[in-house]
């Protein structure tokens, strides 16, 4: 599932972890345990679970998790997405048709703590309001009724909703949003000079503040497909990728994206620098002010564009 270029136990294939030009990578059965070795980079050597961990920048709790959500196990909600049954004692497993989990929302006014969380990121009742985002004081998944006892909040898309609970430990986010769901779509122009590719809707609404256009999957380990990029450089000048630099991480898991997808599609990265301390637009416009995002959007969009230029003109020299 985690794993795309795996077939069978043995066979070598490409790593998606890296750079692999050739089949180095093979999963084989090891002290009776399933073990992901990579010939090419001797440090990738996994089991399951420090694999999910490494792909996806998680710490093992966090994986845990992701593999619940993933799989839709239900539990660390109580709720299953997937039953499985077994026909016959012996028989393999298998799973029944995937059905989407219904989550049922019950939405509160606006107050205090509402502004002061949202406040701090420059994001205003207005721009969450355009945005289909409001606050709650229960949800349900599958009919099951789940108090939110911290401030709360429901994103709604056209394909489903988001529950974020941000002051959270467990639990931060419950969806039943499938993965080639847009954020930020509908709040698009038809046209303009640039959009942006961003990590999330909170990106998004920052964005907003600040007059920039943006979108963003619904996770930053997602490869975005041929037809969004089409889309965009159709109704933008420019498609420009700003995802979370983890500068304080062992794995840039947020730039290794980017380069990625630039590199793929032929787009600009920002990156904001690791001096302002802040891993993306949010933190940014919390730490430093509206102002200070603006100006380094700005500064580090003409850097981009230069070099980018300066690129072509060598190429053409070259030619």
């Known amino acids: 599932h985690f794993c795309p270029n795996f077939e069978d136990t043995g066979k070598r294939?490409?790593?998606?972890?890296?750079e692999d030009n050739s089949p180095t990578v093979h999963i084989i059965d090891w002290n009776q345990r399933l073990l992901y070795k990579d010939w090419g980079c001797p440090e990738h050597s996994f089991d399951c679970f420090s694999y999910i961990s490494y792909k996806y920048n998680l710490d093992f709790y966090g994986t845990l998790i992701h593999i619940d959500q993933s799989f839709g196990l239900g539990l660390h909600t109580g709720v299953a997405r997937n039953e499985l049954v077994q026909r016959r004692e012996g028989e393999t497993r298998i799973p029944q048709t995937k059905r989407r989990s219904k989550i049922q929302v019950r939405i509160r006014g606006w107050n205090r703590e509402d502004a002061e969380y949202w406040g701090q990121f420059g994001i205003s009742k207005k721009i969450l309001t355009i945005f289909d985002v409001h606050p709650i004081t229960h949800y349900w998944i599958n009919e099951q009724r789940f108090s939110c006892n911290s401030i709360s909040y429901r994103y709604r898309f056209d394909?489903?909703?988001?529950?974020?609970?941000?002051?959270?430990?467990?639990?931060?986010?419950?969806?039943?949003v499938g993965s080639q769901c847009i954020q930020g779509l509908h709040g698009l122009p038809d046209h303009g000079e640039c959009v942006y590719l961003?990590?999330?809707?909170k990106d998004v609404m920052c964005l907003a503040v600040l007059d920039c256009p943006s979108?963003?999957?619904?996770?930053?380990?997602?490869?975005p497909n041929q037809e969004t990029i089409d889309e965009m450089k159709q109704r933008f000048k420019e498609v420009i990728v700003l995802y979370d630099n983890d500068f304080d991480k062992t794995r840039?898991?947020?730039?290794?994206?980017?380069?990625k997808i630039c590199?793929?599609?032929?787009?600009?990265?920002?990156?904001?620098?690791?001096?302002?301390?802040?891993?993306?637009?949010?933190?940014?416009?919390?730490?430093h002010g509206l102002d200070e995002?603006?100006?380094?959007?700005?500064?580090?969009?003409?850097?981009?564009?230069?070099y980018k230029e300066e690129s072509t003109e060598r190429e053409?020299?070259?030619s």
């Open 13 to 18: 294939f490409k790593s998606d972890l890296r």
């Open 159 to 176: 394909c489903g909703y988001k529950i974020y609970r941000p002051l959270e430990r467990d639990f931060k986010w419950s969806s039943n």
């Open 198 to 201: 961003t990590s999330s809707l």
């Open 215 to 223: 979108i963003a999957l619904q996770s930053e380990m997602l490869l």
């Open 252 to 259: 840039n898991a947020g730039q290794e994206m980017a380069e």
């Open 263 to 287: 590199r793929t599609y032929g787009l600009i990265n920002l990156v904001i620098p690791s001096y302002y301390r802040a891993k993306d637009i949010s933190d940014l416009v919390r730490d």
């Open 293 to 306: 995002a603006a100006n380094v959007i700005k500064r580090e969009e003409n850097r981009d564009t230069q």
């Open 316 to 318: 053409v020299e070259r």
